[in-house]
């Protein structure tokens, strides 16, 4: 059984950081991919940054330079770093992964067949 639990959501004002968690059972970032996911009400799920096979990461446009992702093998626990957080960050972030080291499209909700639950970023002005 694949498990991805999500922590680490809140409300911050603009401007603010945030450190989300994911801790996994199975999957490690050295043979499978995980990303970070977002949906806001009325809106589609969208990609915000993923890792793949030799930690290779894509992230989009909206929060390059301002979030970061990582896996912590010792751990089993994937990170997004939230930097410089904005209202329009405010969504429900989801945790995934994906038996394969290599996505031809990283960002690409379709791509992830494991999913965690989800945890709450609200980012006030």
């Known amino acids: 059984q694949v498990q991805l639990t999500e922590s680490g959501g809140g409300s911050v004002q603009a401007g603010g950081s945030l450190r989300l968690s994911c801790k996994t059972i199975?999957?490690?970032?050295?043979?499978?991919?995980m990303g970070w996911f977002r949906q806001a009400p009325g809106k589609e799920r969208e990609g915000v940054a993923t890792?793949?096979?030799?930690?290779?990461?894509t992230y989009a446009g909206s929060v390059h330079g301002r979030f970061t992702i990582s896996f912590d093998d010792a751990q089993n626990t994937l990170y997004l770093q939230m930097n410089n957080l904005k209202p329009e960050d405010t969504a429900m972030y989801l945790c995934?992964?994906?038996?394969?080291?290599?996505?031809?499209?990283?960002?690409?909700?379709?791509?992830?067949?494991?999913w965690g639950q989800g945890t709450q970023v609200t980012v006030s002005s």
């Open positions: 890792i793949g096979g030799s930690d290779r990461t």
């Open positions: 995934a992964s994906e038996p394969r080291r290599w996505i031809d499209a990283p960002l690409s909700p379709s791509q992830f067949t494991h």
């Open positions: 199975v999957y490690t970032a050295g043979w499978t991919s």
